[in-house]
């Protein structure tokens, strides 16, 4: 898990302090340079076709992916471990109705669901981590359902029971506790997933708006010139590809060893 690790830390370093070291910011125009090559007139980059620095946009549109990206997971994080843990442990027809629910959203399509939202409330950042946010719940809400169904058997929570502890003493003290481990897990999985939907969904137009940019802002730019000047896509294509990559694989690996630690 390190070396994936060691590389997403690089990047999230690079996106937080780079900004700051560089003479140019993400929206500047350099008038005299516009959609100039590597290393010319001061920009490592180059510029595009607006003469802002490809350096500065590539490191602040990093920077925007993993935020919303992560404010996106914490979203799906809290409602679908609160979700999950109320069906579980409450059960019988609660749990029916809220999986049922589940089951409905899930049939939604995702695309419908951030077109109306944009639509209706208009285009910001914003909304476009609350309507990942407002998918990517589901699958979390399932797994920790499941997990607090089984825990609900377990002989510690049916001592804490038959002690007279209440329902919701019970729930935070014990079941949330035992249920953190896989919770963050899948998190670690979501992370990627939504990185890769924000940049899909800024690639389209729908994601984040000028004068901010992002990721798969500067994919969609950089396939237009992609006949003229190919690192314009392949730069911040390969941030995209190791993002993605490397928190995947550290996820799957850190599920892997929950479920080791568990046999």
Do not use: C
């Given at each position: 898990?390190?070396?994936?690790?060691?590389?997403?830390?690089?990047?999230?370093?690079?996106?937080?302090?780079?900004?700051?070291?560089?003479?140019?910011?993400?929206?500047?125009?350099?008038?005299?340079?516009?959609?100039?090559?590597?290393?010319?007139?001061g920009?490592i980059?180059?510029?595009?076709?607006?003469?802002r620095?490809?350096l500065?946009?590539?490191?602040?549109?990093?920077?925007v992916?993993?935020?919303?990206?992560?404010?996106?997971a914490?979203?799906?994080?809290?409602?679908?471990?609160?979700w999950?843990?109320?069906?579980?442990?409450?059960?019988g027809?609660t749990?029916?109705?809220?999986?049922?629910?589940?089951?409905?959203?899930?049939?939604l399509?995702?695309?419908?669901?951030?077109?109306?939202?944009?639509?209706?409330?208009?285009?910001?950042?914003?909304?476009?981590?609350?309507?990942?946010?407002?998918?990517?719940?589901?699958t979390?809400?399932?797994?920790?359902r499941?997990?607090?169904?089984a825990?609900?058997?377990?002989p510690?929570?049916?001592?804490a029971?038959?002690?007279?502890?209440p329902?919701?003493?019970?729930?935070?003290r014990?079941?949330l506790?035992?249920?953190?481990?896989?919770?963050?897990?899948?998190?670690?999985?979501?992370?990627?997933h939504?990185?890769?939907?924000?940049?899909?969904?800024?690639?389209?137009?729908?994601?984040?708006?000028?004068?901010?940019t992002?990721?798969?802002?500067?994919?969609?730019?950089g396939?237009?010139?992609?006949?003229?000047n190919?690192a314009?896509?392949?730069?911040?294509?390969?941030?995209?590809?190791?993002?993605?990559a490397c928190?995947?694989?550290?996820?799957?690996?850190?599920?892997?060893?929950l479920?080791?630690?568990?046999?």
């Open positions: 898990m390190k070396p994936t690790l060691i590389i997403v830390a690089l990047i999230v370093v690079a996106a937080l302090i780079g900004p700051a070291l560089l003479p140019y910011d993400h929206a500047s125009i350099d008038w005299d340079s516009v959609r100039v090559g590597l290393f010319a007139d920009h980059l180059g510029t595009d076709d607006l003469g620095d490809r500065a946009r590539l490191l602040v549109g990093t920077r992916t993993l935020s919303v990206a992560l404010a996106a914490l979203v799906a994080l809290v409602i679908g471990v609160a999950g843990a109320i069906a579980g442990w409450v059960g027809r749990d029916e109705v809220m999986m049922r629910i589940v089951d409905g959203l899930y049939a399509p995702f695309m419908f669901v951030v077109i109306l939202l944009m639509v209706v409330f208009g285009r910001s950042i914003f909304l476009v981590f609350l309507g990942i946010g407002f998918v990517e719940w589901l979390m809400a399932r797994v920790v499941g997990q607090v169904i825990l609900k058997a377990r510690f929570i049916l001592a029971e038959a002690a007279g502890s329902a919701r003493a019970t729930l935070l014990h079941i506790p035992n249920v953190a481990g896989v919770a963050i897990a899948y998190l670690m999985l979501t992370v990627p939504v990185v890769m939907i924000e940049s899909f969904l800024s690639f389209l137009g729908l994601g984040v708006q000028e004068p901010l992002s990721l798969g802002i500067l994919v969609n730019e396939a237009e010139e992609m006949d003229m190919p314009a896509l392949l730069l911040p294509g390969g941030v995209l590809i190791a993002l993605i928190l995947t694989i550290a996820g799957e690996r850190f599920r892997d060893r479920a080791d630690a568990a046999r």
